[in-house]
């Protein structure tokens, strides 16, 4: 079976981006460059393995930033980037690949239709190159000033991921001489055809702070809101004190159940969980299990929020409405609002604690019980199922 490799080259040092760390290691939208360049490969299913290829003196941003990613041991780069990628296509070399997609570290927004265009023009194609035509009007300067215009109807901008059969660039990389910009150069210099196949607005490469800051905006532009509802009920029992929001409030009776009771943090569990389309409480709590005997529900909404983050999704409004006669609400309304926050993680503007009753309607109107139902607001990337 042809297996494909893509092979991530970020042992540069970005020099045209100064900072505390090299640009492959600089947060975009809340992440690092690298691993918002490494995960849409991981997830792509036409490739089989992803390997990087990074400076050795990076190990602890390296560690940082691709954490929990399925990856194998990253190689060493050498000290320009073609030596970097023939370090890289040595070390797969094992993995016996038919294709290869060789890939900046520093373009974080490549879309994934791009890598199955690339994987697919490779089916007929021993190099395929992604890009973009020129559009712009081009001048060629001397001096600070125009010295004439640039015929741009045969050019393009070159991107990656850059294709190629595996063998075909491997032995480009051993016999080429002299010093080439990208891998299609390389490929070109030893005779090998590039064919181009549409490339993509939004995968850039991150060489300046102009390009962090449009780089971010796409991702942000990216994001679709998702909203979640969740509803909860608990009777009364014997006890001295009800748990609601993560905190307690004295009261002559005590919410019955099989955990803690907390009516506001089960319901804000199954706005999460909803939202996520990820079920309900019950079905990751299981009132049947013991395990979860009279347990702090502050944990199901961290479990929620678990979940929430490894879409690398964020919680931005959450709106709760408890439903009681007793205990009074309003005077708790502050402190609740800042518990919420703290287990959420959000600011308290970003979240509302409202009350109401029945007018002595049903059973939360009898004084039998408590009820509570959440709302919940997060942004997600587009496309993440």
Request: charged share 25%; aromatic share 4%; with cysteine.
């Amino acid at each position: 079976m042809d297996t494909t490799v893509a092979l991530i080259v970020a042992a540069g040092r970005g020099e045209r981006l100064p900072g505390d760390r090299p640009k492959q290691y600089r947060p975009v939208a809340g992440r690092a460059v690298l691993r918002r360049s490494v995960e849409p490969f991981l997830a792509h299913p036409a490739i089989d393995r992803v390997q990087v290829v990074f400076n050795r003196d990076d190990v602890a941003l390296y560690d940082d930033a691709v954490a929990d990613l399925d990856l194998p041991t990253p190689v060493a780069g050498g000290e320009t980037r073609q030596e970097s990628v023939r370090l890289g296509l040595v070390a797969i070399a094992d993995f016996v690949p038919a294709k290869v997609l060789i890939h900046d570290g520093a373009r974080p927004i490549v879309p994934p239709v791009l890598i199955g265009r690339v994987v697919a023009a490779l089916d007929d194609n021993p190099a395929v190159c992604p890009a973009l035509p020129v559009t712009d009007t081009l001048k060629r300067a001397a001096d600070g000033a125009i010295a004439g215009t640039v015929d741009r109807r045969d050019l393009w901008r070159a991107q990656t991921p850059q294709g190629f059969h595996y063998d075909a660039i491997f032995d480009a990389h051993k016999s080429v001489t002299g010093v080439h910009t990208d891998d299609a150069a390389v490929a070109e210099a030893a005779g090998v055809p590039v064919t181009l196949v549409d490339g993509a607005e939004e995968n850039i490469k991150i060489t300046t702070e102009d390009d962090l800051a449009r780089a971010s905006r796409w991702l942000a532009a990216a994001d679709e809101t998702r909203v979640g509802s969740g509803f909860d009920v608990h009777r009364f029992g014997p006890g001295d004190g009800v748990r609601l929001a993560g905190m307690t409030i004295a009261h002559d009776l005590a919410l019955a159940g099989h955990s803690d009771a907390d009516v506001v943090l089960h319901a804000v569990t199954d706005a999460i969980l909803g939202a996520l389309g990820a079920g309900d409480i019950g079905e990751h709590f299981p009132p049947s299990d013991p395990a979860w005997r009279d347990a702090d529900s502050r944990q199901f909404v961290e479990h929620a929020l678990a979940l929430l983050a490894a879409r690398d999704g964020r919680l931005t409004h959450i709106d709760i409405t408890i439903i009681c006669e007793r205990p009074k609400i309003s005077p708790h309304r502050t402190a609740m609002v800042a518990s919420l926050a703290d287990i959420l993680g959000v600011p308290a503007a970003r979240v509302s604690v409202k009350a109401t009753t029945t007018e002595g309607l049903g059973f939360t109107g009898r004084g039998e019980g408590i009820a509570a139902q959440a709302t919940v607001t997060m942004a997600l990337p587009a496309g993440v199922f």
